[in-house]
């Protein structure tokens, strides 16, 4: 059944080039955290909360060798590997820092649709020529 599903990523050979990145993003959101104090925290709560599901699963793995030990101890076979399928981890990390706007980004944006001028009437009073009431 699950048995036998094989991963077949040679961790020793990305492992350095996974790392890199990793360290770069930090880096480059870092850098743009900088001097800015809420950004920080985001990004210290972010890497928090990714640490806290590290320990969890850590503690799972062990939990569950701790279990085999015994089955084996136990009955003198091995005890079937159980296939468990986390969900995966909600976690804002790659793409987050570009894609969020700022608050007066926000309000630009809002401003220009709000000045927009009616076709119709030429009235700036944000509606469109769809939407004129004339
Ligand atoms: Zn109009």
Redesign the pocket.
């Given at each position: 059944m699950g048995e036998g599903r094989q991963v077949a990523v040679n961790t020793t050979a990305h492992s350095s080039n996974a790392e890199g990145k990793l360290i770069n993003s930090f880096y480059r959101c870092l850098g743009i955290a900088r001097g800015r104090a809420e950004k920080l925290q985001q990004m210290t709560h972010v890497i928090e909360e990714f640490e806290a599901t590290l320990c969890e699963e850590e503690e799972d793995g062990a939990a569950e060798n701790a279990k085999r030990v015994i089955m084996e101890a136990y009955y003198g076979v091995l005890a079937p590997e159980t296939i468990k399928v986390h969900p995966p981890t909600v976690v804002k990390t790659k793409g987050s820092c570009k894609r969020m706007k700022s608050a007066k980004e926000v309000a630009l944006t809002a401003q220009v649709k709000k000045n927009r001028t009616?076709k119709?009437?030429g009235?700036a009073s944000g509606?469109n020529?769809r939407s004129?009431p004339?």
């Open positions: 009616c119709t009437c009235l509606h020529s004129c004339q």
